[in-house]
């Protein structure tokens, strides 16, 4: 299982970016796709989650700027970044909690990473 993430760049304050990531390979199901960033210095942390039915979880400083969407069918996650500001600069990884077969744990997966810096 692969995830691939894309959509990352250099935007000015209070601009948008529109992250996607897309899981390949053979698998039974994925409970839940999301979005952790990273910045210099500091811990990996949740930006935000989404299950496979549809239930949301954001970090507080992400609320109401930032929305993630699945297409299940395209085994795909997105996140929608607006209003950016310089402390949302950081590599964004793609998170995955994934089941490869019916009788298999659950694993988590991780994108490569894709970098998103907010110029003042």
């Known amino acids: 299982v692969q995830l691939q993430a894309s959509g990352g760049g250099l935007v000015q304050v209070g601009g948008s970016l529109r992250l996607s990531c897309v899981a390949s390979?053979?698998?039974?199901?994925?409970?839940?796709m999301g979005w952790y960033r990273q910045a210099p210095g500091k811990q990996r942390e949740l930006v935000a989650s989404?299950?496979?039915?549809?239930?949301?979880n954001y970090a507080d400083s992400v609320k109401g700027r930032f929305t993630i969407s699945n297409d299940n069918a395209k085994r795909t996650v997105y996140l929608q970044m607006n209003s950016l500001k310089p402390e949302d600069t950081a590599v964004y990884y793609c998170?995955?909690?994934?089941?490869?077969?019916?009788?298999?744990?659950?694993?988590?997966?991780w994108g490569q990473g894709t970098l998103v810096t907010v110029s003042s």
């Open positions: 390979g053979s698998y039974y199901n994925s409970n839940a």
């Open positions: 998170h995955a909690d994934i089941r490869l077969t019916y009788y298999s744990s659950n694993a988590n997966y």
């Open positions: 989404i299950s496979s039915g549809g239930s949301t």
